[in-house]
């Protein structure tokens, strides 16, 4: 089992990569694409195909068997199981778990806390299956997502949601269990952002707000839903 890493990569001290898997019969290289910028204490096991410009927080954890696309991102102390496919450009904070045979699609945003489930009963291997998080969906902060569902194209799950059932595309859900709320386009932001970090990390910095007037005050009532 070898480790193939990419061109312009940097890897910091305490990396380890194509860690063996515990897992019988489980055999592979370790590839990383080029630009990576993999931080201390991350792990990333044998088998595992991951593409362009990976970044890492510290210590990530990528399990065997995995497939990530390229321009995605790991934060501090998430772990991404064995058997799952992301897709490109997707965004994974920090302290979130993604159980085994889940499927992200493209430009996905997982926000700090989110656990994935992937069992419906402990413990049965023979319906083992995680969730389907399809392009461009959001999901809060420390939202726990059951098994078997799909999250639809473009949906947003809000904070603290434990999501129990599909959620169509397009549209906002939140509670526990987890309930429409409406259209996502219903939903006001006070910066003007729909989808993370398309438009810069730091809104403070942005001066088209800062110039004219001071930052809104923290939103204490529910999001406003256009009629």
């Given at each position: ?99 085994q045979f889940t499927v992200i699609e493209d ?67 939140a509670g526990s269990p987890a309930r429409v ?47």
């Amino acid at each position: 089992m070898d480790v193939h890493l990419g061109d312009g990569s940097v890897i910091d001290p305490g990396v380890l990569l194509g860690y063996p898997s515990g897992r019988p019969g489980v055999t592979g290289d370790t590839r990383v694409g080029p630009g990576a910028r993999i931080r201390s204490g991350t792990i990333i096991y044998a088998a595992v195909e991951i593409g362009d410009v990976f970044e890492t927080g510290h210590h990530a954890i990528v399990r065997e068997e995995n497939r990530i696309g390229s321009h995605c991102a790991l934060w501090n102390n998430s772990t991404i199981d064995y058997g799952c496919v992301i897709g490109d450009r997707v965004k994974i904070h920090c302290n979130v778990y993604i159980a085994q045979f889940t499927v992200i699609e493209d430009d996905v945003f997982l926000a700090p806390g989110v656990t994935i489930a992937n069992d419906p009963h402990p413990i049965c291997g023979k319906c083992m299956q995680g969730p389907t998080i399809r392009r461009g969906a959001r999901v809060g902060v420390n939202v726990t997502l059951l098994p078997l569902i799909t999250i639809g194209e473009n949906a947003l799950v809000g904070a603290g949601s434990v999501v129990t059932a599909d959620v169509a595309p397009g549209m906002l859900v939140a509670g526990s269990p987890a309930r429409v709320i409406g259209p996502v386009d219903s939903v006001e932001c006070p910066f003007g952002i729909v989808i993370p970090y398309e438009q810069g990390l730091d809104v403070r910095r942005r001066p088209e707000w800062t110039a004219v007037a001071p930052l809104p005050r923290p939103i204490t009532r529910p999001p406003k839903i256009r009629r």
